[in-house]
Each structure stands twice: as structure tokens, then as C-alpha cells.
């Protein structure tokens, strides 16, 4: 009973490093979104991708982040050039497709990403 | 844009005693969700609240949705140790039908024992 699958689970990057978190959604949903969780606070919408397509990306910063949900593997969200304030959890979550529940969202254990 | 306000942000209770967090949103939602966060964990959903007025108990969790579907409330009678950790609500982010969610900023409980 695979859920959501994240990894890495920690990463650490110097200022200016890529960093690169994978998701692979629980068996069945075809939706993913990633979300990101600063120390203390709520959740952040940043992306809603399906297979190939990004649908949603009104939450993405304008530079240095990029998501792709490729026809075959795992989301990616890569943070280019990374920040000390893109310290951060980055939750990935997923949902079915059907209309009933199509906004649940089923979350992973999220990549806690430190900029050193 | 909308917002999506919880009260209190911290909550210390004995073990034994009830909580309550309340969830306000800026616009009229078409339902709330609320999730649980242990602390160092991920986001786990709760419930779903769709109709005006609801009201639907899980064990010693009462949740509510109000009447003008703006508001919210989750009640914890008779806290236990396990019940430590933030709860979030979230309502659907513009109109939205897909996890596009506007969460609160959570309320975060402790319970001593």
C-alpha cells in the first residue's frame, strides 16, 4: 500500500547548488501538486501537474523553480540557485481523478530542504 | 485574495480537557477540509465539509461547517497525549475544483499529561 513517495526526505545545499525532490503519487491518483511549509507556518499552494502537462502553476516563484510530470517516473520540482530562504518542507501530495474527492489531498513525508 | 484565518495559533491543554480551533475564510467556500501535522510529519486529512451547516463527529472530534459556509470549527472533547500536533483547515483556492487549496495558518496543540 504505496502512498505518496517523496524523496530525498532531507537534502542539503550551499547557496547557489540545485536541488532536485522527486514525487511519485499514490497508486490510482493521476493528480499531483506540490506545496511548500516554511518553519511555523501553513501550507503554500505552488503547482498542480498531471501526466506531461503542468495545469496550474500560479504558486511557483517566477525564477528559479520549474516542475515536470514526465509520462514515465516521478514528479520534479528542481529549485535552481537555491537561497537560505528556500529553506523549507516541500510536501508533495496527490489526488484521484474521479470528480468526488478530486480536491483530498493524500500528502508525502515531504523533503525538508536546509540552504547553507 | 482569499484568506483563510485560524484561531488560536497555540492551544496548551491538560490531558482531559476539551480544544477548540476555529477556521475562518474570507470568501464562501463549496467545503473545508481539515488536515493534522504531527509535529516533524506531514499533513493528514481529517475530514471534508461540503454542506451549509454540517456537522460530523469522528470519535472525540466534532467538526462543524457554518451556516454562510465561511466559517469552521473542530472540537476535541476530552484531549489525549495523541491528539498533540497542528490542525489545519483549508477551503478550495479561487473557486477551484482540484487540490488548489488555501490553508489557515494552523493551530498548533500541546497536551500535558
Known amino acids: 500500500n504505496a502512498g505518496v513517495m517523496q524523496n530525498p526526505r532531507h537534502l542539503v545545499r550551499r547557496r547557489g547548488q540545485e536541488a532536485r525532490l522527486r514525487c511519485s503519487p499514490m497508486?490510482?491518483?493521476?493528480?499531483v501538486y506540490w506545496y511548500r511549509q516554511l518553519p511555523e507556518e501553513g501550507l503554500k499552494f505552488m503547482v498542480y501537474l498531471q501526466k506531461e502537462n503542468i495545469i496550474d502553476e500560479s504558486g511557483m516563484p517566477k525564477e528559479r523553480f520549474s516542475a515536470e510530470f514526465p509520462k514515465e517516473g516521478p514528479s520534479i520540482l528542481r529549485i535552481q540557485q537555491v537561497v537560505r530562504g528556500d529553506s523549507a518542507a516541500y510536501f508533495c501530495?496527490?489526488?484521484?481523478?474521479?470528480?468526488?474527492?478530486?480536491?483530498?489531498?493524500?500528502f508525502g513525508a515531504g523533503s525538508r530542504l536546509t540552504v547553507l | 485574495g482569499q484568506q483563510v484565518m485560524q484561531i488560536p495559533q497555540y492551544q496548551h491543554v491538560q490531558e482531559g480537557e476539551d480544544f477548540t480551533t476555529y477556521c475562518n475564510s474570507s470568501t464562501t467556500l463549496s467545503n473545508i477540509q481539515w488536515y493534522k501535522q504531527r509535529p516533524g510529519g506531514h499533513p493528514v486529512f481529517l475530514i471534508q465539509l461540503v454542506k451549509s451547516g454540517e456537522v460530523k463527529k469522528q470519535k472525540r472530534l466534532t467538526f462543524q461547517f457554518g451556516e454562510a459556509k465561511k466559517n469552521s470549527s473542530l472540537h476535541i472533547t476530552a484531549t489525549q497525549t495523541t491528539d498533540v500536533g497542528t490542525y489545519f483547515c483549508a477551503g478550495p483556492a479561487g473557486g477551484t475544483s482540484y487540490g488548489k487549496l488555501t490553508f489557515g495558518q494552523g493551530t498548533i496543540l500541546t497536551v500535558h499529561p
Open positions: 501530495a496527490s489526488s484521484p481523478s474521479r470528480p468526488s474527492g478530486a480536491n483530498v489531498l493524500t
Open positions: 497508486k490510482g491518483h493521476s493528480h
